[in-house]
């Protein structure tokens, strides 16, 4: 049922439970979700991705930071047409090659605007999701 989705995000966190967060939330907003432990996994990830609407990622992360993974995907032009998210405490200024950023601690509710700016979707969630806070 792939017209239930309404576009792919890779979520790139090395804190599982902000990264397991985060995917659970925006699955139930009728996204599909992936998930990388760090900008290697998600570097690998990426041109995997059918679709791919949006990159969400922390900057401060092992193996490989969010800073390192924007500069490998703006490197490649099959990769650098995707939108970044940030979410991270690490960064207030603009960053390049960065399409928006959230202020960790997150709200949710601007997580959730925020994607949908670049992925669409003022949908329901799906029958018997509930908001999560």
Known sequence: MPDEFLGTILIAEDDAAIRDGLSM???IEGYRVRTARNGQEALAILPELESPGLLLLDLLMPVMSGWALIEAK???PALASIPV????AAEREPLP?????????YDLHQVIDTVRRFCGGERAPRAGARWLN
């Open 85 to 88: 998210v940030v979410i991270s």
């Open 25 to 27: 939330s925006l699955e």
């Open 74 to 76: 703006n490197a490649d």
């Open 97 to 105: 090659g960065v399409a928006a950023f959230v202020p960790k601690p």
